[in-house]
T-cell receptor
Framework: EDQVTQSPEALRLQEGESSSLNCSYTVSGLRGLFWYRQDPGKGPEFLFTLYSAGEEKEKERLKATLTKKESFLHITAPKPEDSATYLCAVRDAGNMLTFGGGTRLMVKP | DGGITQSPKYLFRKEGQNVTLSCEQNLNHDAMYWYRQDPGQGLRLIYYSQIVNDFQKGDIAEGYSVSREKKESFPLTVTSAQKNPTAFYLC????????????FGEGSRLTVL
């Protein structure tokens, strides 16, 4: 059974304080790892897809990286508007998607 | 603008009642999904459909039913058989071969009184 574990569950940062969110996974035949952002009371918004170890993707202050066992979402010099829950998901060889529980990020001005 | 529309946004239901949540998309996506989100838990798949008139059970299909009569529409019925229906329900769509890159609706919050 595929498993996705995200840590920490919650993270408080000061504006400008860089940090990383972790997504550890076990999956039978990785067909992609996906990051989403979810604002309170809204549906998740797709951010990145990573397919193979060593791959990196960037968007504004966010950079996602992938190893064989985990992915990191690095947030550089965050702003209050980066506050959200960040979700990680993996797709397996059977095309099924498994989501982690998310990391709630709070950035204080 | 293309997107997914879910309605209603908030819904209250008495125990023993069936309710239907609407999901419409104009993205021309073949695949559509229903997820349930509970506090502190990951999204759990209820049902999905990759083509009109066909759908598959997800991990937690018991107490739910769906239909896919049109490409654009994938309504979810929460039946009285669902033991704990209070949750946030999310509809999503995707291109079939990019099944991890989902476009989500705004969600429907169901509360059972």
């Amino acid at each position: 059974e595929d498993q996705v574990t995200q840590s920490p569950e919650a993270l408080r940062l000061q504006e400008g304080e860089s940090s990383s969110l972790n997504c550890s996974y076990t999956v039978s035949g990785l067909r992609g790892l996906f990051w989403y952002r979810q604002d309170p009371g809204k549906g998740p918004e797709f951010l990145f897809t990573l397919y193979s170890a060593g791959e990196e993707k960037e968007k504004e202050r966010l950079k996602a990286t992938l190893t064989k066992k985990e992915s990191f979402l690095h947030i550089t010099a965050p702003k209050p508007e980066d506050s959200a829950t960040y979700l990680c998901a993996v797709r397996d060889a059977g095309n099924m998607l498994t989501f982690g529980g998310g990391t709630r990020l709070m950035v204080k001005p | 603008d293309g997107g997914i529309t879910q309605s209603p946004k908030y819904l209250f239901r008495k125990e023993g009642q069936n309710v239907t949540l609407s999901c419409e998309q104009n993205l021309n996506h073949d695949a559509m999904y229903w997820y349930r989100q509970d506090p502190g838990q990951g999204l759990r798949l209820i049902y999905y459909s990759q083509i009109v008139n066909d759908f598959q059970k997800g991990d937690i299909a018991e107490g739910y039913s769906v239909s896919r009569e049109k490409k654009e529409s994938f309504p979810l019925t929460v039946t009285s058989a669902q033991k704990n229906p209070t949750a946030f329900y999310l509809c999503a769509s995707s291109i079939v071969f990019r099944a991890g890159e989902l476009f989500f609706g705004e969600g429907s919050r169901l509360t059972v009184l």
